[in-house]
């Protein structure tokens, strides 16, 4: 059983980053500047929000943090997006989600510019990924494919079982391995709360992507020998035997799962930081006009 190691391919991402921000200094050009608008008092939010304007120091991006309170109006948020479309030297911004539930996510979502849409979650950006458009892939899904390239895992032809649906994780790399190429060619079985013996669809994965947001859900019987496993939960869970009383764990139960796997991702370190370096490469590709000339 080999570990599919976040940390490691995430931290030769950045260095690779960081190499191109050198290049772009050296010649004189723009550096990629990402902004990110917190709303409210998540913890975890802050943490992921963090994590990602971290990681633009770390490789010599410019970043902006925009924080309000929870009780910000849906207007004054749509102004600040407005603000971020129009301000040339911000190359790519993310509203973290979930926001409070007074704004409307799709509103906020489609109020931002497609072409400094680095999370890949307007429309436009989804639509032409599903068609094999050049477009900001949403940066779960993304830093998925770069782990699977990156580890040189098969997939052609290859059956994945997908747990979740959602908008930003199951559909998205559904479709993104179903496409035509490497990583890709895959057949796919979307699966999900109304799915009859969730069981025995994952038996039949060669490769299984776990992005149901219920924590150690997939259980060790349910993989087939030599399954490749993607897990992209974050939970935390109570643990009384940990100094803070919980632990970090995924949407799949690994002692049991692991040793029936060839290539298992874990948590934390696994999905996690592919996503926030995934970010980061979408930044980049924005700087550079790389997707919209
Ligand atoms: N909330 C959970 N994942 C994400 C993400 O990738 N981007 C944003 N903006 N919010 C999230």
Redesign the pocket.
Known sequence: MTLLDGKLLSENIKSELSAEVDLIRARGGKIPHLAAVLVGESPA?QV?VQSKIRSCEQVGFKSSLIQREADISEAELLEIVRGLNEDPDVDGF?????LPKHIDEERITLAIDHRKDV?G?HPINFGRMAQGLPAFL???PYGIMEMLRRYNIETAGKHCVVVGRSN?VGTPISILLSRKGYPGDCTVTLTHSRTRDLPAEVRRADIVVAAIGIPEFVKGDWIKEGAVVIDVGINRIADATKKTGTRLVGDVEFSTVAPHCSHITPVPGGVGLM?VAALMMNTLKACNRTIYP
């Open positions: 939010s992921y993310i509203v973290q989600l979930p999370d979650f949403p940066a779960t930003i996503t």
